[in-house]
């Protein structure tokens, strides 16, 4: 059974959200864990690609998009719409559906910045996850 957690940013773009999840990305990097990122396209998949490469300058988090030829082998893999062929320790939600195979992940991370669509839409996975039972930690860095 996953951990549940929800950050909420006090950014309020998509781009701003990508960032923070880098972030969470490198720190999970750091201590050992591997992560799937789901997201909503393959163009947000590869903003993030892109993106881990780039959002800071003293880091680096190997990383793959889904069907990559690395992907088999990155602790980070990115993906849009697909379960993921590896197993990972953290499935990192920014998809605006809970992906069915969420609760195959240790910890499942959903990031919720300042857009009121994208509060509404965590608004509805936090209650999906409260009717499965899951316990929720909210760390609210607003």
């Known amino acids: 059974m996953p951990t549940i957690d929800f950050y909420l940013i006090p ?19 750091l201590q050992q864990c591997t992560a799937y990122v789901h997201v909503e396209s393959q163009a947000m998949a590869q903003t993030m690609y892109d993106m881990l490469w780039t959002f800071r300058d003293i880091s680096f988090v190997p990383h793959d998009l889904a069907g990559g030829i690395n992907a088999a082998h990155s602790p980070v893999v990115i993906g849009a719409q697909e379960k ?3 197993q990972h320790d953290i499935l990192l939600n920014l998809h605006g559906e809970v992906p ?20 509404k839409i965590a608004r509805k996975h936090y209650k999906f996850y409260q009717q499965q039972g899951y316990e929720i930690k909210t760390h609210d860095l607003k």
Do not use: G, M
Request: glycine share 0%.
């Open 84 to 86: 993921p062929l590896q």
């Open 100 to 119: 069915e195979f969420y609760h195959t992940y240790k910890r499942v991370i959903e990031v919720v910045h300042q857009d009121a669509i994208w509060q």
């Open 11 to 29: 950014e309020e773009t998509a781009n701003q959200q990508l960032r923070f999840a880098c972030r969470l990305l490198d720190k999970a990097y």
